[in-house]
């Protein structure tokens, strides 16, 4: 079972930037995927990035060019840096973590997730 704690949300202005930060326990850290997800009232979680345990990354095409994904297996900490916020990117952003497995194709997700930050980004 994993447990997961993000951090750094807050209200910025467009044009500006937040990193968030997510620890990850009970798990080995170091194999795990972990991946950005965010939320609207209303609609359902969207992956906004991942980052394998070999540092591939995906990013979806609205953040792509501006947002990074990175990770320190020394600290079990997942990390979003995001730069040139817009309104659109106002969201509940949360993290996850999960395996690739091989024999299925995809990623296997564990089904926790943690509280969620807060991102406001204003006009």
């Known amino acids: 079972q994993v447990h997961l704690v993000e951090s750094g949300g807050g209200v910025v202005q467009a044009g500006g930037s937040l990193t968030l930060s997510c620890v990850s326990s009970g798990t080995d850290f170091s194999k795990d995927t972990m991946a ?41 900490t997942v990390h ?7 309104p659109e990117d106002t969201a509940a952003y949360y993290c996850r973590a999960g395996n690739w497995a091989r024999v299925l194709g995809s990623y296997i997700w564990y089904t926790d997730w943690g509280q969620g930050t807060q991102v406001t980004v204003s006009s």
């Open 80 to 86: 979003l840096r995001m730069s040139s916020l817009k």
């Open 36 to 76: 950005w997800y965010r939320q609207t009232p209303g609609n359902q979680r969207e992956l906004v990035a991942l980052l394998s345990n070999t540092f591939s990354t995906e990013y979806s095409d609205s953040v792509k060019g501006r947002f990074t994904i990175t990770r320190d297996n020394a600290k079990s």
